[in-house]
């Protein structure tokens, strides 16, 4: 019989854990393991609103895959997944090439969601990725030189953050840090910059502790940042952004934080979604598809109540880990284990040194939420490559 091969498609935190796990559980020629990814490198997708901002470089956030993968027991393919024929049990890359499989995981990630509104994909930026962060501290920094150059163009130095979700806070509070060093740099009295975080529903952070909304929200309005709630954005020109209030923002900057929907290369593939998510059984398995297996943004999973849960990367990690463990149980003829998330909190930044959290009932504020989120990423960075990583990144 030949050695079983297992395809995981994408290196993000779903992708890289199931590998990880596979590289550490099984023995030698017990399956042909095989990762493809955009990139040599891994990002931590959980940091990118700094380098997007401009507080922390994009070369922080990334970690090369080298340094991880043992290359003795994954074969690493650099290369962008283009589709998936799941009949054919193959996937083919842009280029051509054309892998097979016997077990494939899907962790292709995910990608803004714009519902249809007009403009956004043309003209605004979204936090997804290092280069996508890099074009957006760039292209600021640029918007300050060109104000220095045309003053009376004040859409240069005004900023739309669309979306106060987490990932809208969390650039925001990045944003309120890196502006006064970007006007100290180029000359630009600071109360002519404006930053409006613009959200539809009636509160930021919906669904969040009101208490730690506050919180969050006052830190960041010190900070300069102008809330407009219960504001949704209907439209996105290169001018700027139409409010469904009628009021017009202009604005070279938009950037786009206001959700996101699973790969749509899943779609295409014609497995059923939701938002481009993989609606996956208690295995994590697509429906109808006894070796298709889908991890992190891509999938989808509900909880007792019949709600889903967010796609973040503490549930990507998880599912990578128990993926893993279930594919060698399943090489070696054992039962495998069905994926129930443990959740242990959720941690966001709102700048330098402040932060909010829940962590089981507990609210955390401040210092020491910042301090909490530091000591979950020092811990993620050294589930992935050990001390020596974990030492390398954190900045403490
Ligand atoms: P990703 O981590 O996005 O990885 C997908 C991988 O697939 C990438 O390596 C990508 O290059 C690769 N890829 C994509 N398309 C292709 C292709 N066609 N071919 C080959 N490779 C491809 N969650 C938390 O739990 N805690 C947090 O604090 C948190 N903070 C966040 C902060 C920000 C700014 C953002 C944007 C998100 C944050 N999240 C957080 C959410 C979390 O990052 C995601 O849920 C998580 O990254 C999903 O993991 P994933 O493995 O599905 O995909
Ligand atoms: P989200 O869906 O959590 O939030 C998006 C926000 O945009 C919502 O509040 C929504 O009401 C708003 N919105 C939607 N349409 C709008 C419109 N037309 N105009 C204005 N606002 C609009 O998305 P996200 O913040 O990108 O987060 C994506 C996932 O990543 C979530 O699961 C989140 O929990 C996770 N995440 C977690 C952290 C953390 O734990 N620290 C940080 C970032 C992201």
Not at 65 to 82: A, M, R, S
Not at 189 to 211: N, Q, R
Not at 238 to 259: F, M, N, R, Y
Not at 318 to 339: I, S
């Amino acid at each position: 019989m030949s050695t079983p091969k297992i395809l995981i498609l994408g290196a993000g935190y779903g992708g890289l854990l199931t590998t990880l796990q596979l590289q550490k559980k099984l023995n030698y020629n017990e399956a042909e393991v095989t990762l493809v990814n955009k990139h040599n490198y891994h990002y931590i997708t959980t940091w990118l609103h700094e380098p997007a901002a401009g507080t922390s470089s994009a070369d922080h956030a990334r970690v090369n895959l080298e340094g991880i993968i043992n290359t003795n027991k994954v074969n690493f393919v650099k290369g962008t997944v283009q589709s998936i024929q799941s009949e054919e049990q193959t996937v083919t890359l842009e280029g051509g090439e054309v892998l097979s499989y016997d077990y494939l995981v899907i962790g292709l990630g995910s990608e803004p969601e714009t519902f249809g509104i007009e403009g956004l994909k043309e003209h605004a930026f979204s936090i997804r990725s290092i280069n996508a962060v890099r074009h957006i501290r760039e292209h600021i920094e640029y918007m300050f030189s060109k104000y220095k150059n045309e003053p009376e163009r004040t859409d240069y130095i005004t900023f739309v953050v669309g979306g106060a979700g987490f990932t809208g806070i969390e650039f925001c509070g990045e944003l309120g840090d890196r502006i006064p060093e970007l006007c100290e740099e180029f000359d630009v009295d600071p109360s002519l910059v404006k930053v409006y975080c613009i959200e539809a529903a009636p509160t930021a952070l919906p669904g969040f502790d009101p208490e730690l909304i506050s919180y969050a929200m006052e830190v960041l309005e010190r900070k300069g940042i102008e809330f407009k709630i219960g504001t949704p954005i209907k439209q996105c020109t290169p001018d700027g952004v139409l409010l469904a209030t009628g009021e017009e923002i202009k604005s070279k900057t938009v950037v786009w934080a206001a959700g996101v929907r699973g790969n749509s290369i899943v779609e295409k593939a014609g497995f059923e979604v939701m938002r481009g998510r993989v609606k996956v059984d208690e295995f994590l398995r697509a429906p109808g598809h006894e070796n298709v297996f889908v991890v992190g943004d891509c999938a989808l999973i509900f909880n007792e109540e019949g709600r889903p849960y967010p796609p973040t990367a503490q549930i990507a990690v998880q599912e990578g880990e128990t993926l893993g463990d279930n594919l060698v149980a399943m090489l070696r003829g054992e039962l495998p284990h069905k994926f129930t998330p443990h959740l242990q909190g959720t941690l966001a930044s709102l700048g330098k040194g402040e932060g909010i959290g829940q962590v089981g009932s507990k609210k955390l504020f401040g210092s020491t939420a910042a301090m909490m989120k530091k000591a979950s990423d020092l811990r993620y960075l050294y589930k992935i490559g050990g001390v020596g990583l974990a030492m390398k990144k954190v900045k403490l």
